[in-house]
């Protein structure tokens, strides 16, 4: 089982080592992006990635998510099972002014989840293991 701690679910701004790894907008303002972060408990390892504007498709029964774009997409992350895990993936942003109102939000007609935390069993081979359950959580995130 795999739990996310509802109250750790959090946007965080970007935080770069100096101004050339700072993307700028047109009139030279540095933009602000954003990361996911949450802690979680996982009785076995887990493997999680995250997806944004993605679509979903059911596959020999198990949820398949594709976005409209790669750069949308982070990498795998590989966690050990355990209590009290961090997850932050510094090197996967979001640039939040590059979507349209209505991507902001899930809308069933759609079919488009703004943002998508897949976390799975991980065997180890590669492969994801067999997903038991599927729950699917719609949350909000409160920009400040």
Not at 3 to 10: A, E, I, P
Not at 42 to 49: E, K
């Amino acid at each position: 089982m795999i739990f996310l701690t509802s109250s750790s679910r959090r946007v965080a701004t970007g935080r770069y080592k100096d101004d050339v790894d700072s993307p700028t907008e047109e009139n030279g303002k540095q933009k602000v992006l954003y990361s996911l972060e949450f802690t979680f408990d996982a009785d076995a390892r887990v493997a999680i990635t995250i997806y944004c504007q993605a679509t979903e498709e059911f596959v020999g029964g198990m949820a398949v998510y594709s976005t409209k774009n790669p750069s949308l997409q982070s990498e795998t992350v590989h966690y050990k099972r355990g209590v009290s895990q961090q997850f932050s993936l510094p090197s996967f942003k979001i640039d939040f002014s590059d979507w349209k109102d209505d991507e902001l939000n899930f809308d069933l007609d759609r079919g488009v989840f703004p943002v998508v935390i897949r976390a799975v069993v991980d065997e180890g081979d590669g492969k994801p293991g067999v997903v038991h359950s599927l729950g699917l959580l719609l949350a909000l995130f409160e920009v400040r």
